[in-house]
T-cell receptor, first 114, second 112 residues
Framework: AQSVTQLDSHVSVSEGTPVLLRCNYS??????LFWYVQHPNKGLQLLLK??????LVKGINGFEAEFKKSETSFHLTKPSAHMSDAAEYFC????????????FGTGTLLAVQP | DAEITQSPRHKITETGRQVTLACHQT?????MFWYRQDLGHGLRLIHY???????NKGEVSDGYSVSRSNTEDLPLTLESAASSQTSVYFC???????????FGPGTRLTVL
């Protein structure tokens, strides 16, 4: 069965410093992996999606993620944090097959200090 | 622009009452999903549908039901609301053959 583990429930960075949100996945095949972002009191917005076309995936707002099969990781990074990046981030794996169902990690809350 | 909407955005109800949360999408997507979001659990799947007249149970379906009479709508009904169903509920949709889901803004439900 597919699953994801977000290694940090809270991450705090200073504005202008790099962001690293860690995610490990478990899958019996080559999965689709996603990062979604949820700003306070808002719905979830797709940041980026990996589908095996390229291991480095670029998303919106300067975020990117690298798929590393050998490490079963899909970490999210951004070179320089902005105050507007403060939100909760979810790593998500597709269940696969024809189900189109998604399995969510428990989320990482990113705080950005001025 | 196509979108997915939920109503109401906030709802307070009492234990034992029936509650229906609406979800409407104008993407013309075949697939629709209902999730609940609780602290420490991420999003958990309640029910989903792959098309009109199709409904399926997710991992936390007890106490909930859905029906799909058209492509655009998938209402979620709590037959007899319980305090354990206090949560934020999200509706999502995806196109046929794709696993990328688009989410509504959520409904915050409080059961007293």
């Amino acid at each position: 069965a597919q699953s994801v583990t977000q290694l940090d429930s809270h991450v705090s960075v200073s504005e202008g410093t790099p962001v690293l949100l860690r995610c490990n996945y478990s899958s019996s095949y080559s999965p689709s992996l996603f990062w979604y972002v949820q700003h306070p009191n808002k719905g979830l917005q797709l940041l980026l999606k990996y589908t095996s076309a390229a291991t480095l995936v670029k998303g919106i707002n300067g975020f990117e993620a690298e798929f590393k099969k050998s490490e079963t990781s899909f970490h999210l990074t951004k070179p320089s944090a902005h105050m507007s990046d403060a939100a909760e981030y979810f790593c998500v794996v597709s269940e696969g097959g024809a189900t189109n169902k998604l399995i969510f990690g428990t989320g990482t809350l990113l705080a950005v200090q001025p | 622009d196509a979108e997915i909407t939920q109503s109401p955005r906030h709802k307070i109800t009492e234990t034992g009452r029936q509650v229906t949360l609406a979800c409407h999408q104008t993407w013309n997507h075949n697939n629709m999903f209902w999730y609940r979001q609780d602290l420490g659990h991420g999003l958990r799947l309640i029910h989903y549908s792959y098309g009109v007249q199709d409904t399926n149970k997710g991992e936390v379906s007890d106490g909930y039901s859905v029906s799909r009479s058209n492509t655009e709508d998938l209402p979620l009904t709590l037959e007899s609301a319980a305090s354990s169903q206090t949560s934020v509920y999200f509706c999502a949709s995806s196109d046929l053959g794709t696993d990328t889901q688009y989410f509504g803004p959520g409904t915050r439900l409080t059961v007293l």
